[in-house]
């Protein structure tokens, strides 16, 4: 029986951080799938304080990763940071 702290064997689990946020779930959907092909876990959640009752895909999301893959997270997620890859007349300049 453990009262108190982590037992043996037991791991630390992970603090997760906010990395983003959506406008609304497909797009929090859309967000989260790009961070899983990176290998990033990830979840969302509805932000607090804001709902719409009348849609429940609506209203903003938060989109949260392990605090140790929070910049690698960002990085996937920024938009200035992505490059496309090279197409086949990328050499033609």
Do not use: K, S
Not at 11 to 38: D, F, S, T, Y
Not at 65 to 92: H, I, K, N, S, T
Request: cysteine-free; proline content about 11%; charged content about 30%.
């Amino acid at each position: 029986m453990r009262l108190f702290g982590r037992g043996r064997g037991e791991e630390e689990q992970p603090r997760w951080v906010r990395v983003a946020w959506a406008r609304h779930q497909p797009e929090a959907e859309m967000l989260a799938e790009i961070l899983r092909q990176a290998g990033i876990p990830v979840f969302f959640r509805r932000t607090g304080g804001v709902d719409v009752p009348d849609m429940l895909a609506g209203g903003p999301r938060e989109l949260m990763v392990p605090e140790d893959r929070a910049d690698e997270a960002r990085a996937v997620l920024d938009p200035f940071e992505w490059q496309p890859a090279p197409g086949p007349d990328a050499d033609a300049d």
